[in-house]
């Protein structure tokens, strides 16, 4: 499947659930085909960094779930800034483990999940749709009802997955990459590399094996898919380039880097980095 | 008998009066006051998690660790637990984090942008949250924080502008709005003035010491909110020459700490 093809599922007004983690293994590639699209409306549910920054600079984002937005290395996200500062989308902020107990909910069909997060903050007055639930048991607490965050569709990013949707990651943390996938109708993988279904535990364990086949649609093979997030291994943030993102206008970053197919980008980002060292 | 660093000690003096065997230290800078001050959250925490966010606190942490609080559990700030060394010995991905602060066996140190008398904290914008005039991280784990485990706040510069009447949005709980929550407990706030806790009948901020060189009258005039001041207050600790060592040579040779406090 490519990109584009996965992106031809998806439509406007769809809940939309984007894997990775800041400026971590972010599903970069499929964001740049969302891009290319037509897709609006859309309600985003993720663990912000730039997928937000850069589908709220293009203004197609009505309504974002999230505990926060950054570049890691950079702390704030600069477009999902300033979307926020002109009123330009919804938000639903939450907090970390009230996200996490939120896809678990959804990822087992459950209304919600009881959670000891939120009470007493203002997440409570900024979310007036929130409920709480009492304990029925003697100790009689009253806890955060976190609804279930279904969605529509998921896109994530691995390091390996095979033909049929088993995904693999090879780094240290698997984020919330198969909750997503298990919270969504439909997710769509894309990897750095598709492999034969042997080759996933030949040198690794098979705790690796993050994601299952029949929660997946669609497998994308997209090298330096995640870039200019991390993906380790195979490769760390590309933080000169990740800064360029962060300090140019929207509009610059999007005409140089964004107007073509994924092939584009990635020469665009290679011609930019050797002139940035001829500097 | 060796300390730390590997490096054998000096033999216990007989003779007070005998000139020290080494080199004497330059007395503590600022940043130093302020790293002990973050250790000291740690003391005697036993075998939790400690979160340093920030600097100072991370060297705090890792000090803490060295000396006084050896079972303190550190990250690498990604996904393993290590070693003062850098030692893996263990794994705790973000989802797992999660399940240990809700488990209570941590003690975090977050900054603020804000933080009121009560210990409210805002990290997520300034203004109005419908449409900040300034977007900031979000609210990140600090709900899940502040009610499940113990929580202090590190704030390099003091000022109005941070300690105010009251924050824009509530991120981590303060003392007046936690509700009697089981396992809500704000230990201390240490600032580049002085280290600041919630020993009042009300639970608001009291100044617990200053940083050796502040004056009373200086913290009272960076600061929004009326705050809490003992007849007498204490100057924070000094360092031993073992920590100073410590620091300057083994955790923070770079002193990278004098960035986030100057003087």
Known sequence: MSADEVVSRLESGMTLGIGGWGSRRKPMSLVRALLRSRVTDLTVVSCGGPDIGMLAAAGRIRTLVAAFATLDSIPLEPHYRAARERGALELMEIDEAMFLWGLRAAANRLPFMPVRAGLGSDVMRVNPGLRTVTSPYEDGETLVAMPALRLDAALVHVSRADGRGNGQYLGPDPYFDDLFCEAAEAAYVSCERIVDTAELTKETAPQTLLIKRHTVAGVVESPRGAHFTSCVPDYGRDEAFQKQYATTSWAEFAGRFLDGDEHAYQSAVRDWHEEAAHE | ?263
């Open chain 2, 1 to 263: 008998m060796s300390d730390i660093t590997g490096a054998p000690l000096p033999p216990p003096t007989r003779t007070p009066l005998l000139p020290p065997t080494r080199t004497p230290l330059l007395p503590p800078t600022r940043a130093e006051y302020c790293v002990i001050a973050c250790a000291e959250a740690w003391r005697d925490a036993g075998e939790i998690l400690a979160s340093p966010m920030g600097l100072i606190p991370s060297i705090g942490a890792r000090l803490a660790r060295c000396t006084f609080s050896p079972d303190l559990l550190l990250t690498d700030g990604e996904a393993l637990l290590v070693g003062p060394d850098g030692t893996v010995e263990g794994w705790l991905p973000y989802r797992q984090h999660l399940t240990l602060a809700a488990g209570g066996r941590r003690h975090v140190m977050m900054g603020a942008s804000q933080i009121d008398r009560y210990g409210n904290q805002n990290i997520s914008c300034i203004g109005d949250w419908a449409r900040p005039a300034r977007q900031l991280l979000g609210v990140r784990g600090a709900p899940v924080n502040t009610l499940n485990h113990a929580t202090s706040y590190w704030i390099p510069k003091h000022s109005r502008r941070v300690f105010v009447e009251k924050v824009d949005m509530v991120c981590g709980v303060g003392n007046d709005r936690a509700g009697g929550a089981p396992f809500h407990h704000l230990a201390r706030v240490v600032s580049g003035l002085g280290v600041f806790d919630f020993a009042t009948p009300d639970r608001s901020m009291r100044l617990a010491s200053l940083h050796p060189g502040v004056t009373v009258e200086e913290v009272r005039e960076a600061t929004a909110f009326p705050l809490a001041v003992p007849d007498e207050v204490p100057y924070t600790r000094d360092p031993t020459a073992a920590e100073l060592r410590l620091i300057r040579e083994v955790i923070d040779p770079a002193d990278t700490r004098s960035r986030e406090v100057a003087g």
